[in-house]
């Protein structure tokens, strides 16, 4: 077992989730304008929806108040940003970035952190010496929708072999497997990293209990966080997944599409290439 193993928990992922979520621009700012026609329909929707199960189903009191201890669970443990990215924030993405022509997006997760070291066009993630896992070598170009090449950023975040986070998992250096990538006017890039492991969300909070208690597993498959943008188009968040990984059908967060399933061809040393390039789609402005 890794230190890491020994010593994450839920409630510690969750507070630094929690945390980092309330460090970015406050997410009101962005809704200040929204007329009270929306909000009424919207939370009274949301109501019905609740209150239509519970008559469905004849939801007893005990089961009222497990609900409500366990909502104030989910609070108390800071899981709020793993339960709704997890469970709500694939349809928010699917509904955004239903227009789009190009690259397919994916959920960002609670893990994803501003700023990381950056590496330049051809370049390995920071990590670990003896980083484990399988060496990737991953090749690939930005480019608009019409396939002219564009100078921008990949930034890049993903868990360890052993399923988790710098950041959110003690042990682990600050920028470890999280690195920007920037390319110049040819849209080019080469990352070396390592292959993560299938992650797990936090068992041992109230997501965990939720998940117990419904028969549900924890999995996500192995995946790689890419957020990738350039001027004059739309930022580009997804992740990409392994071929093969047996969660690819029944993730948890319900975040894998066809289209972000790699393609990776083992060289004789031992590293997996890749090639994965991004189309990025204008501003509608
Ligand atoms: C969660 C974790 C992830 O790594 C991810 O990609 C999506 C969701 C979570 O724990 O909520
Ligand atoms: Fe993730």
Excluded at 116 to 140: K, N, V
Excluded at 254 to 259: F, G, L, Q, W
Aim: aromatic share 8%.
């Amino acid at each position: 077992m890794s230190t890491a193993e020994e010593t994450a928990t839920a409630a510690a992922s969750g507070a630094a989730a929690t945390e980092r979520f309330h460090h970015d621009k406050s997410p009101y700012e962005a809704v200040k304008d929204t007329p009270k026609e929306r909000v009424d329909l919207l939370a009274r929707e949301v109501l019905d929806a609740i209150h239509r199960t519970i008559r469905e189903h004849r939801v007893t009191y005990d089961e009222y108040n497990a609900l409500k201890a366990w909502l104030i669970q989910v609070g108390q443990d800071g899981e709020w940003p793993l339960f709704l990215d997890v469970w709500v924030e694939h349809v928010v993405e699917d509904v955004a970035t239903a227009g789009r022509r190009g690259s397919k997006g994916s959920i960002e997760g609670p893990y994803y952190v501003p700023n990381a070291p950056e590496r330049g066009a051809d370049a390995s993630l920071p990590m670990r010496d003896g980083e484990p896992g399988t060496p990737l070598l991953w090749e690939g170009a930005i480019t608009s929708i019409d396939g002219t090449p564009l100078a921008g950023t990949v930034e890049l975040w993903q868990a360890d072999a052993d399923g988790y986070y710098s950041q959110f998992a003690p042990g682990i250096p600050e920028w470890n497997l999280r690195g920007t990538f920037t390319t110049g006017p040819d849209g080019k890039f080469r990352i070396r990293t390592i292959q993560p492991a299938p992650y797990q969300i936090p068992t041992d909070g109230a997501c965990g209990k939720l998940i117990a208690a419904a028969g549900w597993h924890a999995w996500r498959p192995a995946h790689l966080h890419v957020k990738v943008t350039a001027p004059g188009h739309q930022e580009l968040v997804a992740q990409l997944y392994f071929p093969g990984d047996p969660h690819n059908d029944d993730d948890i967060a319900s975040a894998v599409k066809p289209e972000l399933i790699l393609a990776p061809v083992v060289q004789d040393d031992g590293t997996a290439r890749i090639e994965y390039g991004f189309e990025l789609d204008p501003q509608e402005d």
